[in-house]
DNA sequence: CTGCCTTCTGACAACGGTGTCAGGGAGCAA
DNA sequence: TTGCTCCCTGACACCGTTGTCAGAAGGCAG
């Protein structure tokens, strides 16, 4: 048997209209509650509406309407099954749904072309909004869209060439955080495993490794930095070449949590997660069950989500002040791989 | 400064044809890449397309267009934020990117009244079809977008009171796989944790679960089998309480990935990870590195994902075939808890 | 009864595009 | 030159809805 009964045409305003023996514009006000309805003719329309089983086409009304809002919004980000992205989508349609607003979520897949191609296939069908986790060298393509008026907030990582709303952690900060911790559980030799360095945010966290080594008076051991560690495979094999070195390091920061996860794996394969501490960006759902359990600079990216979200349908609904720019706070969670002394013990406080 | 610059009118056609010097329909040709204009005409409308950074409003074409797609489709999951459903968010996206389609990714928190909501909402947003994680006891409400001729996918779960598309694991032989996993380990008095027994998976995941018990001759004890375990705190609690009886399960399946990582953090919390099997029904990012590894039968959502999709789009474009159900393959991943042998050793094979 | 106000109601244009169709010009054979 | 195509092009109606506006009907004070 087939599962499609016959596809008959949908019916419309007219076909409602018709059928309740009224005009077109009395069915319009009875759809959107509006007054100057008697009773008795609205329950005409709705009784022709539940026989029917019509539903007013969003599209359609949002053409004439004033402000032609579509109620609904872009959501780009990395990769919708990155569970720190997970995250922030959740919060974000939180937000969104509480104003009748649909979303929708795409994958860049940190890629320029295909950020391009989402932004406008977004545009294309009106979204009344943006929020971006931008990649890449310039944001400038996405000026036309500003000058049209579709507000747009960035998320976790800052435009360039485009001064706009952005929320995000304080990278540079929370990396020096747990770069601190390291040194202050006696850690001198610390590696520092960090993502795309196109995007800004590894720059940051980098920078503030690099800083917090620098305040303590050390230095980056040649080659003890590594960027541009876009996969857990990766992280896992950049790891083990680290450990493989006459001169290993004895602790080391994992700046994002696809890295932490091979970092992770890459200890665990070499039997060596309880002597060499690790930190790692990002919280993982299992982490606190590890042994030892992983330390971690957790962000808030249900926060994140709401916040940007917040802000977006502030600018939707008018607000024209200047660019924001939203520091949400992370926290330091202290589980045990954080806390492994360095080997020989020349260990302060 | 503002962040907005002066937010000019969105450019329509109508302006570009002023600005082109040509008619609208020409504009129209030039940007649906029609045949029937000249090489000069076509250049002169990009340079004003590009000029006044025009974009087609796809809304409104498609008012007029033929068969009337929005290349748009609705994809309702539990919640966008677990991993599972994310995955399939993931692969539901590549597919319909190839068909230059957007996706609306929301989560219906496995409440009846939001989904239905959702399911108006995609409607009045005319998405060309829907793919849903169906909740509670009937589906039948969507009877009335099926006679409208929106094609329909359910994943996870089969619909009740309608025929239609469905792709799932076959969740009673799994569990089945689950239960003769621990029996042939030597268990016999076995636990299982799972999910809200209005969803149909979990009752077929229980069924399974029996159905092994009993073609091994085994009962299930008293009280064993607990269902309508929607959370993480809920599963570590109820493990708690069986393990605190005074003839404890030796095994548990937890049938549902949630329900997993509440059951691991009891196990550990109780030092008892090493001597209570447990399998779990869904995989976990870093289940391979606890010790012991987590046991899971690990379903496949990107193929799941991918397979709904696929026969979403084939009946977008026109298959009228009967409905089909597509059963995905799930494997067994023993990684240590689910082999860990019932203690007094009576253990077969 | 008249005049005025209020409440309901529907005709009509408009939103931003696409389908249809007819007309104008170029090219070519007879 | 005429007649017939073929290629371009734009006028126009229309998609499904909402904003505007004018008119009808009813209520009430004078």
Redesign the interface.
């Known amino acids: 048997?087939?599962?499609?009964?016959t596809?008959?045409r949908?019916?419309t305003m007219r076909d409602v209209a018709a059928l309740a023996g009224v005009g077109l514009k009395t069915v319009s006000r009875v759809v959107n509650d509006e007054p100057n309805v008697s009773g008795d003719t609205r329950e005409r329309v709705e009784r022709a509406i539940d026989a029917l089983?019509f539903?007013?086409?969003?599209?359609?009304g949002?053409?004439r309407r004033e402000g032609g809002r579509?109620q609904?919004i872009g959501l780009i980000l990395d990769?919708?099954?990155?569970?720190f992205s997970?995250?922030i989508?959740?919060a974000v349609?939180t937000v969104a749904?509480a104003r009748?607003t649909?979303?929708?979520?795409?994958?860049s897949d940190d890629d320029t072309e295909r950020e391009r191609a989402l932004v406008?296939?977004?545009?294309?069908?009106?979204v009344d909004g943006l929020i971006v986790t931008a990649y890449g060298p310039d944001q400038g393509y996405l000026q036309?869209e500003?000058?049209?008026?579709v507000?747009?907030v960035f998320i976790d990582r800052p435009p360039i060439g485009l001064?706009?709303?952005v929320v995000l952690t304080d990278n540079v900060a929370w990396a020096g955080v747990a770069t601190r911790h390291l040194i202050d559980h006696g850690h001198s030799r610390i590696a520092f495993l960090g993502d795309d360095l196109a995007i800004p945010t590894a720059r940051d966290r980098r920078l503030g490794h690099e800083r917090a080594l620098a305040a303590a008076g050390l230095e980056v051991p040649d080659g003890f930095s590594v960027g541009n560690v876009t996969s857990a495979e990766l992280a896992a094999a950049e790891l083990e070449r680290l450990l493989d070195r006459p001169d290993p390091p004895t602790a080391v920061v994992t700046a994002q949590n696809v890295i932490t996860?091979g970092g992770?794996?890459a200890l665990?394969g070499r039997g060596r997660q309880s002597d060499v501490a690790l930190i790692g960006f990002d919280d993982?759902?299992?982490?606190?069950?590890?042994?030892p359990g992983i330390t971690v600079i957790a962000q808030d990216p249900a926060e994140i989500g709401r916040a940007s979200a917040e802000r977006l349908f502030a600018?939707i609904e008018g607000d024209?002040?200047?660019?924001e720019t939203i520091i949400v706070p992370a926290r330091l969670i202290t589980r045990g791989s954080g806390e492994i002394p360095a080997p020989g013990g020349a260990q302060s406080r």
Do not use: Y
């Not at 990769?79 to 569970?83: E, I, K, L, T, Y």
């Not at 649909?102 to 994958?107: D, I, N, P, Q, T």
């Open positions: 048997m087939s599962p499609q009964t596809a008959r949908r019916p089983g539903a007013p086409n969003h599209g359609a949002s053409l579509t609904t990769a919708v099954d990155n569970p997970a995250a989508n959740r349609e749904t009748q649909a979303v929708f979520a795409a994958s406008a296939a977004f545009n294309r069908r009106r036309n500003r000058d049209h008026g507000p747009l001064l706009a709303d996860i992770v794996r665990h993982l759902p299992l982490a606190d069950l590890l042994t600018r024209d002040g200047p660019a």
